[in-house]
């Protein structure tokens, strides 16, 4: 049984699930997908760690699938930097379709609206009103970034580290880079420690 008849005789192929990678489907099951309305999260950083094959977004998309964006887990993406997956998509989409195929908009909308379909919240993923205030912010001031024409065409291609700031509901929550209240030399040591347990480094 393939995976996906497995998920369907669970009963759970349908709106409220959405799938990490879709690497390995084949064109009759991104059909399935699309009429079940099933997304895809894509991991393209995690899916070239462990070399586990390349997601067929435009495929998915022609068929009629939303694809959104994940960093996976910390067994195959320690930086979890979503911007930087959003390149790493962009980066590995384009190399498998063409240049004319898949622009930095593609992949900035798959981290955004595609995201927002991925978890089922219609509300998010895109500036409009009546959406819900999740907005981040990036600076352009870094060697990096010099003499780029297009700043959302910079984010993806120059590859931008980290937002300056985030809103969530209206709300900050990091400011200059930071998160606030969080103490960042504390946390650091903390998952320095139990990672050093995992590894059988100390007691």
Same mark, same amino acid.
């Given at each position: ?121 219609? #509300?998010? !993923?895109? %500036?409009?009103?009546?959406? @819900?205030? *999740? +907005? ?7 060697? /990096? ?29 990091? #400011?200059? !880079?930071? %998160?606030?209240?969080?103490? @960042?030399? *504390? +946390? ?7 990672? /050093? ?7």
């Amino acid at each position: 049984m393939r995976p996906l008849d497995y998920l369907d005789d669970c009963g759970w192929l349908g709106q409220r699930t959405w799938l990490a990678h879709g690497v390995h489907f084949i064109a009759d099951e991104m059909a399935r997908l699309a009429r079940a309305g099933t997304t895809i999260s894509h991991c393209a950083s995690s899916n070239q760690v462990l070399a586990s094959g390349g997601c067929p977004v435009c495929d998915l998309e022609r068929a009629g699938v939303r694809v959104g964006i994940g960093v996976d887990g910390s067994a195959s993406n320690d930086g979890s930097n979503l911007v930087q997956e959003v390149r790493a998509a962009f980066l590995v989409q384009r190399g498998r379709y063409g240049v004319s195929a898949v622009g930095h908009r593609d992949a900035l909308r798959w981290a955004t609206q595609g995201s927002a379909a991925c978890i089922g919240r219609p #509300e998010l !993923g895109e %500036i409009r009103a009546g959406k @819900i205030a *999740d +907005l981040a912010f990036f600076k352009l001031d870094e060697l /990096r970034f010099s003499g780029a024409g297009d700043p959302l065409a910079a984010l993806v291609l120059c590859g931008a580290r980290r937002a300056d700031r985030v809103m969530i509901g209206g709300e900050w929550v990091v #400011e200059q !880079g930071r %998160i606030a209240g969080l103490d @960042i030399d *504390d +946390l650091m040591l903390r998952h320095g420690a139990a990672a /050093r347990r995992l590894q059988g480094l100390a007691a």
